[in-house]
């Protein structure tokens, strides 16, 4: 049964879901949405994990988002939260926003990090921050995004959350997640879900991984949507193999 909690961090109180008994599984949400997006991920994993689900300051259940925040910062409040429950040998998973945390909590804290799984549609891992941001400018100027059909629960928490969303989306900008994840010695998987509407910034997911240290790739198609709330199961897999893998 999942337990609701907070930690008082020193810029605010932060909420977290734990779900499960095992080997500690982290997972870290997408912008604008919050841990609930992983509610069903969360519970296929807990089968087997431990799921520790937590909300960034401005979404969800967790205290507004201070302005002037940066990815660094959002890490070193995540990691005093995961020490605070003596976590280790740490699978840490982030979607979109989620995986420049996930990528800065395994580079500043290795000794707790064991597996990093940087998962996001394709133009959240372009190499070059200036080419993710006129990625992202072409999607919403395209409206290809706008053709997948949201949730009412995404609709919501989008309402919510939309006076954080300028200062996120300028710390997501601002953080070098090629140079960052190359410092980073946990095993480390890209999982990029691919759709037809991004497939012209051709496959990011090699590219990203032969940064790393220890690096591997997957390509997984469709929406982030798509995994979280229909095929959760497949993401959910993979998540799976990827820790046994490395438990062997």
């Known amino acids: 049964m999942e337990s609701d909690k907070y930690f008082n961090s020193d810029l605010g109180k932060i909420y977290y879901a734990i779900n499960g008994q ?5 997972l870290l949400h997408a912008t604008p949405r919050s841990s609930n997006s992983f509610r069903k991920l969360s519970s296929y994993l807990s089968k087997r994990y431990q799921v520790i689900s937590i909300d960034t300051f401005g979404f969800g259940k967790s205290d507004d988002i201070p302005k002037g925040i940066t990815i660094p910062l959002l890490a070193k409040e995540k990691v005093k939260l995961l020490k605070s429950i003596t976590l280790k040998d740490i699978t840490i998973f982030g979607l979109h926003t989620g995986n420049k945390i996930a990528t800065e ?8 990090i064991k597996n990093l799984i940087v998962c996001g549609m394709t ?6 921050k200036d080419k993710r941001s006129r990625a992202i400018k072409e999607l919403i100027e395209s409206d290809a995004l706008s053709k997948v059909k949201m949730t009412q629960e995404e609709i919501l928490e989008r309402k919510r959350s939309a006076k954080s969303m300028e200062i996120i989306y300028e710390a997501n900008y601002n953080y070098d997640l090629s140079l960052n994840i190359s410092k980073v010695l946990s095993n480390t998987l890209i999982l990029e879900l691919l759709i037809p509407e991004e497939a012209h910034f051709g496959n990011q ?10 690096g591997s790739f997957k390509t997984l198609y469709g929406s982030d949507r798509y995994f979280l709330e229909q095929d959760y199961i497949t993401l959910g897999n993979n998540i799976t193999q990827y820790i046994e893998k490395n438990n062997n």
């Open 22 to 26: 095992g080997p500690p599984v982290v």
């Open 105 to 112: 909590i395994s580079l500043s804290a290795p000794s707790l």
């Open 123 to 128: 133009h959240s891992i372009i190499l070059d």
């Open 205 to 214: 997911s090699k590219d990203l991984s032969n940064m790393c240290i220890n």
